[in-house]
């Protein structure tokens, strides 16, 4: 069903033959008007309510929308959004999980000055609401960590897409992407790791889902987070796992964190053949080139040293990239020769340096 016509400035419709505002328009502006203030047409709006869910919750009396503040700044992010070129599909999803209005908070989202909870009778077994096994963090072994990993590993366990996702961009906006790296999302996997090697077959579906969610809060960092204009004409850091090596969370982490900083990135990903990985070092000239290896198996010492010893360039201006293995795999004694990282923050410094950003002077001011 189409909206009223608009006929007065504010968005207001007065009620037929009556000359009156309808009371019902108090609930907020029609889809017209927030169509000309954002500068889209009002099919667009519509069609975003329809494929997204992105619309408001107000109705008029005879059914037709009604945006209220807070669908207008939800309309708005959303427009932000897909003008930095993020598709409509994740923009949506992004700006719904800012903006929409979510049920009761968590016992561990209790609002800052909120009354503690008070004790209450023990949990009934037989009634269908009664708590979930599995203790504070679902059952798996999360030892001494943030009270944010508690949540999320929760949210796994049920496999609660929604509120993983929630979760997880939650803890991005709130501590900036190194502190939910390596103090949210790291120990919960390792968790459902743990969980997984001492219940056999069991909980696979957990880390499936927890390591696909993380993966997609990683790709939708800079549309949550400031980050530094991107280094004019610069080489990039080219980001790459091992031949053999499918675990690239890690980098995906690493790309995003350099991301805030403007370094430009190539990352290649999982498993990546040396002669691909050659022709892309030798194409891009990049300032360094990082090699991530899980394990022992995928760690290639040689692969390494060959990559460090690639030249391009004129003669007399000949350039090399700095070579950073990285990850549990690599052998501190036989990789000797090359730079060490301890952690996300640790690489963010050591590959920003080639930019100027030695001191993260470039580096935007974290999310608040």
């Known amino acids: 069903m189409n909206d009223e016509p608009l006929t007065a400035e504010d968005g207001t419709h007065p009620r037929a ?9 108090a609930v907020g502006v029609t889809t017209g008007a927030l169509a000309r203030r954002l500068g889209v047409s009002p099919t667009t709006l519509r069609s975003w309510d329809r494929r997204y869910g992105l619309g408001p919750a107000g109705r008029s009396r005879g059914g037709h929308r009604r945006w209220a503040p807070g669908d207008i700044a939800m309309a708005e992010e959303m427009c932000r959004l897909t003008a930095t070129g993020a598709p409509p599909a994740e923009a949506a999803r992004v700006a719904l999980l800012q903006f929409a209005p979510r049920g009761p908070a968590a016992p561990d989202e209790v609002p800052p000055g909120s009354p503690a909870p008070q004790p209450g009778p023990g949990p009934d077994t037989g009634s269908a609401g009664a708590a979930r096994p599995g203790g504070p963090g679902g059952g798996l072994p999360l030892g001494d960590v943030r009270q944010e990993c508690r949540g999320l590993a929760r949210a796994a366990v049920r496999l609660d897409a929604p509120e993983l996702t929630h979760r997880l961009l939650d803890a991005v906006r709130r501590h900036g992407l190194t502190v939910a790296w390596e103090e949210v999302m790291v120990p919960t996997l390792r968790a459902v790791g743990r969980k997984w090697e001492s219940s056999g077959d069991r909980y696979v579906e957990v880390e499936h889902l927890l390591s696909w969610h993380i993966s997609s809060t990683l790709r939708s960092a800079p549309l949550l987070l400031p980050s530094a204009p991107p280094a004019a004409k610069a080489p990039p850091v080219v980001l790459a796992c091992t031949p053999g090596e499918q675990h690239s969370l890690a980098l995906e982490a690493l790309t995003a964190a350099l991301g805030e900083r403007g370094v430009p990135t190539r990352t290649l990903g999982a498993a990546v053949p040396a002669e691909a990985l050659l022709a892309c070092v030798r194409r891009t000239g990049p300032a360094a080139v990082v090699l991530w290896a899980q394990t022992r198996s995928t760690a290639s010492v040689p692969l390494a040293r060959h990559v460090a010893g690639l030249e391009w360039g004129a003669a007399g201006a000949r350039g090399r990239p700095l070579v950073l ?16 990282c301890t952690g996300l923050r640790d690489a963010v410094a050591t590959l920003s340096r080639p930019y100027g950003d030695e001191d993260g002077a470039r580096h935007a001011s974290p999310a608040r």
Request: charged share 25%.
């Open 17 to 25: 033959g009556t000359g009156r505002p309808d009371p019902s328009s």
């Open 325 to 340: 293995p990285a990850g549990p795999g690599w052998d501190r004694r036989t990789s000797t020769g090359f730079p060490r």
